[in-house]
Structure formats: structure tokens, C-alpha cells
């Protein structure tokens, strides 16, 4: 069988782009070979109609029929996606792609907060028995850990990671703080534990809230810490600190506006907060894959757009920290576990977690990984920490000696 053309052009300009060799081979046996090393991978199509999808849709057609089993990686699955990444492949996805883009945005739009809780649901509803087989124990934080030397393990890294935080808005025993999209509690139970502080958490996935509310009382801790369902722009009162990690990519292409209004509406005149979040170094669109395969409703913002966004609502920058590089590590963690632990995932519910589930976390997680390790990435993970009105030399440290006390 002929390559197509098209394919061949594709394939060759992706290898010389990347700096990697590799393999395809067609439906009919036949390989071809790109680059001069030693394939690091090799796809295997199955299909002509894989093929076709290829030519035409690129990324997300290859993508697809992966999914589909029409398409297998054999051998560095990780280095696939990177020489994809690196190739820029996945940003020729061509008008059809930009199209379907932007009907999923109609379809799955979180401007009403009906739609974006049937959103976040789709995500994190999953169950707490799903995530616990492969995040850390016993926190369960589905966000990136700190990874400063000598960090070993991925329990290690979150409690790192929680933390940082604290030290970060000088979380105190007195202080009252808000979790927005708190997930399973986790970095209210560390920061109760370490600061003695009290909070509350809201969360807009049922699943979750119903989880976090037995957790609370099974631990005794009812009297500290509690739980809301409801979505985070639904202001119920003020706070001294404001906690929002990982939230933000969640608010919806339209939304930001609004979710930065509501977090400046959570925070007391004088507090301290901080806005922990993927975002974009310059304007690019979401990518297509993860808001219609992992993150129905998504966005990923720009960076200069939320401060922009801050600066309307009255907030003071007082930090900025981009642990982009801290994310690999965290993401590598989770695919390993994740690829480790299948046949328990399978076995929870052989219907739901199926293989083309498998391969859509699988792409999902490594894919994630090596964009945050891709030196010329566009995507990074930023943490503001942020004031209600201007700080004062009293109020909070005029250097950044008590971020890393331990």
C-alpha cells in the first residue's frame, strides 16, 4: 500500500521538526521508517479510515482512532506525544478542528452553572474510589505537587505543595479561609492540621461534596471545617484568606470576568488570597482534545488577561510564581499509578472504565506531562498571590524569606 502523499509530507516534517525517529506501519505490514536512529516508537494503523482521519484531521484524528483501537503506539508512548508537541503537529488541526472547537463551546458553555456543574460532574463525579487508586494517600489532591529537592515520593510533594501555600498567604490559627473547587478536602484537612485554621470548602460536583461531608465528620472536625455545593461564583460571605487552586482553567472561555469578580467578592478588605492556575503565555485556543475528551466546558485563560481581570476587582499582585516544571513530575506520578493499577480501575466498572477510556487518561495524563516538560510550551502554571486593596509594610513580609521557612 502507497502512504498518502499528504501523510508521508506530514510524517517527514514532523520527524525533521522533532528531532525523532520513528516508525509507521500501514494496514497492510508495510513500514516506513523516519529519521535515521533507531525508531524510539512506532504507529501501527489498522485502518484506512485511520489513515484518512490522519491526512485530514491531524492530531485529533490520530488521536481518535487510538482511541478507537484503529491506531496503536508501540513502544515510548511519552515520546510520541512529545514529538507531536515538539512538531507543532498538534497545532496544524486545520479548519475542521477550529470548528468543532467552537461548537463544543456552544454546547458545553459554563455560563449557566446548571451546565457547568453537569461539567465539572462529567470530570470529577467519577468517584472517590476511581481517584483514590491512583492519587496520593491520604489527601487525594488532583493538582501539582511542589517538588523541591529531596522530594521523593507524590504524598510528599502535595504536602509540600499545600504548604508553600500557607506560608504563601500567612494562614494563621484566627483566620477563616475559603477552598473554592476544593475537591476532596485535602488541602483543607493539611492546612487545618498545620495553621489550625478553619475554612470551608465549596464545590460544585455532588459526588464529591457528598464524599467530603462524611470524611469531615468521620475525622471529628466538624466544628472547623464544612463543605458548600455550589458554584464558585456564588458568593455566601467574606473571608480572610482565599484558597483557589486549580479552579480558575474551570470558569469557561466567557466567564473569567465574572469568577475573578466572585473571588475578590470571598476575600475581606485587607485579606490575603492566592489564584493558582494553568494558563497561557500569550492567546492561544484550548486545545480541542482536552475539552471534548477530559474537561467539558474548559478554558485555559491567558495570564496577562487575569491580572487584567484582578486589576478591575480591586486586587493588588503581590506574587507571581510559575511552577510549570513542578506539574511533569506530579503528572508522571499519576500516569505510572494509573497504568499500574488498570485492572483495579477496570474492575470497578468494566462499562464505564473501558479501553477506550484507558487510552483517552492514558493520552490524557502523559500528554499533560510532557507539555508542561516541553521547553517550548505555551502553557505554564502560575500562582498569584493577590490582596484585597493595598497592602500595607505591616500587613504582610516586604521580602520572601517566609515562603520558604520551614
Known amino acids: 500500500m502507497k502512504l498518502p502523499s499528504t ?9 525533521e521538526r522533532a528531532a525523532t ?5 500501514l494496514p497492510d505490514g508495510i513500514a516506513f521508517h523516519v529519521g535515521g536512529a533507531n525508531p524510539a516508537f512506532t504507529v501501527v494503523f489498522h485502518t484506512d479510515a485511520a489513515l484518512f482521519s490522519t491526512a485530514t484531521r491531524g492530531h485529533m484524528g490520530l488521536m481518535e482512532a487510538y482511541f478507537d483501537q484503529a491506531v496503536d503506539v508501540e513502544g515510548d508512548f511519552g515520546a510520541a506525544l512529545a514529538a507531536g508537541m515538539a512538531s507543532g503537529f498538534d497545532r496544524k488541526s486545520g479548519a475542521v478542528n477550529g470548528m468543532e472547537n467552537e461548537l463544543l463551546e456552544l454546547r458545553h458553555s459554563n455560563r449557566d452553572p446548571a451546565k457547568a456543574k453537569c461539567n465539572a460532574r462529567a470530570h470529577y463525579g467519577l468517584g472517590t474510589d476511581f481517584y483514590r487508586l491512583w492519587l496520593d494517600e491520604p489527601l487525594l489532591m488532583y493538582t501539582f505537587g511542589y517538588w523541591p529537592a529531596g522530594t521523593e515520593t507524590l504524598e510528599q510533594a502535595q504536602r509540600n505543595k499545600i504548604d508553600h501555600v500557607c506560608r504563601k498567604i500567612r494562614l494563621q490559627r484566627d483566620d477563616s479561609f475559603v ?6 478536602g485535602g488541602f483543607m484537612f493539611r492546612a487545618h492540621e498545620t495553621t489550625g485554621a478553619s475554612g470551608v470548602g465549596v464545590n460544585t460536583t ?5 464524599w467530603l461531608r462524611d470524611e469531615i465528620t468521620r475525622r471529628g472536625l466538624a466544628d472547623a471545617l464544612s463543605v458548600r455545593e455550589a458554584d464558585f461564583r456564588e458568593v455566601d460571605q ?3 484568606k482565599v484558597v483557589s487552586i486549580g479552579t480558575l482553567e474551570h470558569a469557561g472561555r466567557d466567564q473569567l470576568p465574572e469568577v475573578i469578580r466572585a473571588h475578590a467578592a470571598f476575600l475581606k478588605p485587607g485579606g490575603i488570597g492566592i489564584l493558582h492556575f494553568i494558563g497561557h503565555v500569550g492567546h492561544y485556543e484550548t486545545e ?3 475539552r471534548k475528551h477530559v474537561f467539558p466546558g474548559g478554558w485555559i485563560p491567558s495570564l496577562a488577561d487575569v491580572i487584567v481581570e484582578m486589576e478591575r476587582n480591586g486586587l493588588e499582585v503581590l506574587d507571581i510564581e510559575n511552577l510549570r516544571r513542578h506539574y511533569a513530575p506530579t503528572l508522571d506520578a499519576w500516569a505510572e499509578r494509573f497504568e499500574q493499577r488498570w485492572p483495579a480501575v477496570h474492575e470497578l466498572d468494566p462499562a464505564r472504565f473501558d479501553e477506550r477510556f484507558r487510552r483517552v487518561w492514558r493520552t490524557y495524563l502523559t500528554g499533560c506531562a510532557e507539555m508542561f516538560r516541553s521547553p517550548g510550551g505555551y502553557t505554564h502554571l502560575f500562582q498569584i498571590v493577590f490582596s484585597k486593596g493595598n497592602v500595607t509594610a505591616d500587613s504582610y513580609p516586604m521580602g520572601r524569606e517566609h515562603v520558604y521557612e520551614r
Open 206 to 210: 455532588t459526588e464529591q461534596v457528598v
Open 179 to 184: 477552598d473554592i473547587g476544593c475537591g476532596f
Open 21 to 25: 525517529s520513528f516508525a509507521v506501519r
Open 7 to 15: 501523510l508521508r509530507d506530514m510524517l517527514d516534517g514532523l520527524g
Open 288 to 290: 480541542l482534545f482536552i
Open 238 to 240: 467574606q473571608y480572610d
